[in-house]
């Protein structure tokens, strides 16, 4: 019982660092799965096993295969036609749009539907004259609806039939979950179209990035006096931008603008320097370097008059983000993707003062400004998506044919029985074969944070075997629950996993829960699948903070959102598929 014990402390510990978010999920992840080691509670192949788990290398495969399928521009040519299909119907359409992610997300990453659809979302709010708050939202469900439909809509499905195989029951087939993934797809589609239509914000979006992002304030301009130290050495070897926190956006000189000055840029006596900096750091630099600061009234006309040139643009930072943790300061931000990071938005929030110096988060906005060919390629880069619809470079036909037969292929296969783990390696070679994608492209698809978390986190699962937890548990409940019908067990563990996913990743939901549905259905004599069917459909139900899931994230900042909007539109749909979840599932997958 000792054991026991320890693992309870473990996973609570490891719960409230998934909810809080302080330390990186998969750095949490690994540590549980060394700390259970270490104390002897699993055994080093038992801990170790999560990186060979067929869900965490069928799901590493998925997202090779994503890449793939995106490449045939697909999602944003089926995007193109929803604008013409609506006809004007903003109730139109939010359901042509919700159907068509969920579709889409039945084959496709989810996070990787949604990224190619805000862009196209904006577009058509700004040609139909509505906020985009009232077209986001229901992208976002849309997609965590479409995910439920397959058993490669989400990794939850692929995990939690990962575990139901290592306890000896059979894997769940390819469209195992479709019977009741069409009935919650409706009715979130019905109540979109009707009751969440009516409670959907109506938020505009700040015309003004400046004023949106709370930076004007930051905005100054200092003129070199004639007698200043600074005259003749270059911006790069002075280091100012560390020494006091500032950027240097532009140099007006002899009557012309410099626009973002390199490092190797000289400065001159009587140039005026736009800069972007705290206050009280712009007097200390005026005091210590014989600068003048002079008042700035308004953005210099120059700095966006050539619009050949230079732009500016919002970008989110992906869920998948490989500069998660990192600060813009610590990426050499500028140096590394060409162009100057000027404010963040976070949580509906502006970061204000030293935000160069805040570990970047995912679904982080960060106010952008440099030449427009390189803010082009951040809409190549996986780290970012950026909210400008821009047109995909055109797609060779062969390529687009075979990601198509690929992705088709693995989907029959896996119909026809071949294990999921086989024909979506298979596909992922294929892909990288046939050229539609590279081997270093195949590489950079990967989500390591993804992988890395669940492959450390399966190790609770074997942990709370082992120590008996997962047994005591499921006795605990099923004491609290004795006597019940099927249709109340069958709920009160869709409500325990549709509670715990609105505040941590829904893999490590399905982890904690399904040893417990296993272990529930052994002690009663019960068929576990109806069990496993709520949890699995529970962890992806992630309507009521825009923290549950990777894709309301994602548009969190984008629409302007504020955390209630969330709880107050997803409320009413968790609770209606939770009714859904208690008649429908039994119905399906019968308990006794």
């Given at each position: 019982m000792i054991e026991g014990l320890a693992v309870l402390v473990i996973l609570i510990a490891a719960l409230v660092a998934f909810a809080t978010e302080r330390i990186r999920i998969d750095l949490v992840a690994?540590?549980?799965?060394?700390?259970?080691?270490?104390?002897?509670?699993?055994t080093p192949k038992e801990g170790l096993s999560g990186f060979s788990n067929p869900a965490t290398v069928t799901i590493a495969a998925m997202f090779v295969l994503s890449a793939g399928l995106q490449r045939t521009n697909l999602p944003t040519l089926v995007g193109t036609r929803i604008v013409s299909l609506a006809n004007e119907s903003e109730g139109r359409l939010i359901v042509l749009l919700m159907l068509t992610t969920a579709l889409l997300s039945a084959?496709?990453?989810?996070?990787?539907?949604?990224?190619?659809?805000?862009?196209?979302?904006?577009?058509?709010a700004n040609e139909m004259k509505i906020s985009p708050s009232r077209l986001l939202m229901p992208?976002?469900?849309?997609?965590?609806?479409?995910?439920?439909?397959t058993l490669i809509g989400t990794s939850t499905n692929l995990l939690v039939s990962s575990i139901a195989a290592q306890s000896?029951?059979?894997?769940?087939?390819?469209?195992?979950?479709?019977?009741?993934?069409?009935?919650?797809?409706?009715?979130?589609?019905?109540?979109?179209?009707?009751?969440?239509?009516?409670?959907?914000?109506?938020?505009?979006?700040?015309?003004?990035?400046?004023?949106?992002?709370?930076?004007?304030?930051?905005?100054?301009?200092?003129?070199v006096r004639p007698n200043s130290p600074l005259i003749g050495k270059k911006l790069g070897d002075l280091n100012l931008g560390k020494r006091y926190d500032i950027t240097f956006l532009d140099i007006l000189r002899d009557g012309r603008t410099i626009l973002?000055?390199?490092?190797?840029?000289?400065?001159?006596?009587?140039?005026?320097?736009?800069?972007?900096?705290?206050?009280?750091?712009?007097?200390?630099?005026?005091?210590i370097e014989g600068l003048e600061i002079v008042p700035l009234n308004k953005l210099p006309e120059e700095f966006l008059s050539k619009g050949d040139e230079l732009g500016m643009a919002e970008v989110v930072v992906a869920p998948q983000a490989s500069i998660m943790g990192f600060t813009i300061k610590e990426l050499n931000f500028r140096q590394r993707f060409g162009v100057v990071a000027i404010g963040m938005l976070r949580r509906g929030m502006s970061i204000i003062g030293k935000f160069t110096h805040e570990p970047i988060m995912a679904g982080d906005m960060l106010l952008v400004v440099g030449e427009r060919k390189n803010l082009a390629k951040l809409s190549n880069n996986p780290d970012f998506l950026l909210l400008v619809d821009v047109p995909m470079p055109a797609v060779r036909s062969t390529k687009a044919f075979w990601a198509l037969a690929i992705m088709a292929g693995v989907v029959i296969a896996a119909i026809l029985g071949a294990p999921i783990v086989v024909s979506a390696l298979a596909g992922s070679l294929m892909m990288i074969v046939t050229r539609v994608l590279t081997l270093d492209d195949a590489y950079h698809a990967l989500d390591k944070r993804v992988l890395v978390m669940l492959a450390g986190i399966l190790s609770l699962e074997a942990a709370m075997e082992n120590s008996g937890l997962a047994q005591w548990l499921s006795e605990s409940i099923l004491y609290l629950l004795d006597p019940?019908?099927?249709?109340?067990?069958?709920?009160?563990?869709?409500?325990?996993?549709?509670?715990?996913?609105?505040?941590?990743?829904?893999?490590?939901?399905?982890?904690?829960?399904?040893?417990?549905?296993?272990?529930?259905?052994?002690?009663?004599?019960?068929?576990?699948?109806?069990?496993?069917?709520?949890?699995?459909?529970?962890?992806?139900?992630?309507?009521?903070?825009?923290?549950?899931?990777?894709?309301?994230?994602?548009i969190y900042n984008t629409g302007n959102y504020r955390f209630l909007d969330f709880t107050k539109v997803g409320t009413p749909l968790n609770i209606l598929l939770l009714i859904l979840a208690t008649i429908f599932i039994p119905m399906i997958w019968p308990l006794f």
């Open positions: 690994l540590g549980v799965m060394v700390l259970l080691m270490v104390l002897g509670i699993v084959f496709i990453l989810n996070t990787a539907v949604v990224a190619v659809f805000i862009p196209i979302a904006l577009r058509i992208i976002s469900f849309g997609a965590i609806l479409g995910g439920t439909l000896g029951l059979e894997p769940f087939s390819f469209f195992a979950f479709a019977p009741f993934g069409i009935i919650t797809l409706a009715a979130g589609l019905l109540y979109m179209a009707t009751i969440g239509r009516k409670l959907l914000p109506n938020r505009p979006i700040e015309s003004d990035l400046l004023d949106k992002y709370h930076i004007r304030e930051y905005l100054s301009q200092i003129e973002l000055p390199g490092a190797s840029r000289h400065i001159r006596a009587n140039d005026i320097i736009l800069v972007r900096g705290p206050l009280d750091k712009l007097l200390e630099l005026q005091k019940a019908p099927a249709w109340l067990i069958v709920g009160t563990f869709y409500l325990l996993s549709m509670l715990l996913t609105e505040t941590m990743s829904n893999q490590a939901t399905a982890v904690v829960l399904a040893p417990l549905a296993i272990s529930a259905a052994d002690m009663m004599g019960a068929n576990p699948t109806p069990l496993l069917m709520a949890i699995t459909f529970a962890a992806s139900a992630s309507f009521m903070t825009p923290v549950g899931y990777q894709t309301n994230t994602m």
